[in-house]
């Protein structure tokens, strides 16, 4: 008895030593000015992996119209279990956050109709995580949601230097500006779309694969059949909008295809 005893508590010694370190994670909330408007963006990473002393990849996380919500701020710390430092940026103002359709249309509507504010206030996030000590400034991407997804397109657009961009079930997916700003991108892009997304027209899938191939840049389409518009977001169903809905294979799969995106772009880098 006292045998087993001793061999069970070796193997358990054992299974301890070799599991990998738990995730440390640190989060701050940081407010920054664009345009004498004061927003707040939410930073995340884990502490064991990301310091000063061995800085790591960082990617914006660039959040859907109802503005920096807590959805933003999961995914961001799904980012830092991952190993990358995540800033949630904010797009509206320090506290401007809503679950009315009709707000967040007024709210995002202002941004697209002045394509420089929204990728000003883009790249004044960008700039916040780029200047973090534990970020790796050579090595950032970009993902979005929704309006986020259009907005991380956008933030390349504006010549910021990312390396990958992943947009998820983006509604406009070409230039906000015209097709010769496709030039500035310097990353990969590797679109996440929900197959049965109405929001998104066939005209406007097939003006973004256009520019895409004009400027002769590295990207890729991903279809999930029958998901539709918000398929990562749980809690899409909620707001009762037509066409817009939860789809847990799109979300997991897709999720899948941004991870394989960022470590073959960081990895591509640190080869250089």
């Known amino acids: 008895m006292h045998r087993l005893l001793r061999s069970a508590l070796a193997l358990v010694a054992l299974a301890f030593a070799a599991a990998p370190a738990l995730a440390e994670l640190r989060t701050q909330s940081i407010t920054y000015q664009h345009d004498g408007v004061e927003l707040e963006g ?14 790591q990849p960082g990617v914006v996380v ?17 980012l830092a279990e991952l190993g990358y430092v995540a800033f949630a940026l904010d797009l509206y103002g320090k506290g401007k956050l809503t679950g009315d359709a009709k707000q967040a249309q007024a709210w995002s509507g202002e941004l697209y109709g002045n394509v420089e504010l929204l990728r000003g206030r883009a790249k004044a996030g960008y700039d ?27 933030l390349a657009r504006a010549g910021a230097p990312l390396r990958a961009i992943v947009p998820f079930h ?43 191939k004009a400027a002769k840049l590295d990207y890729q389409f991903l279809s ?16 009762g909008i037509p066409g817009v809905a939860y789809d847990a294979k799109a979300d997991a799969r897709s999720w899948e295809h941004m991870k394989l995106a960022l470590a073959e772009a960081f990895v591509q880098v640190s080869k250089r």
């Open 42 to 55: 939410f930073l995340v990473w884990d502490a064991s992996k990301a310091t000063a002393q061995a800085p």
């Open 128 to 154: 916040v995580l780029a200047k973090q000590p534990q970020v790796d400034a050579t090595r950032i991407a970009a993902i979005g949601y929704c309006m986020g997804g259009t907005v991380a397109l956008e």
């Open 224 to 239: 999930y059949a029958g998901a539709v518009h918000s398929f990562t977001n749980r809690d899409a169903d909620k707001y």
């Open 62 to 78: 660039c959040h859907e119209w109802w503005g920096n919500s807590q959805y933003a701020h999961e995914r961001a710390k799904k």
């Open 170 to 212: 983006a509604s406009k997916l070409s230039s906000l500006g015209t097709a010769d700003d496709n030039a500035r991108i310097t990353a990969t892009i590797t679109v996440c779309h929900g197959g049965d997304d109405a929001f998104v027209s066939t005209e406007e899938l097939a003006k973004f694969v256009a520019e895409m």
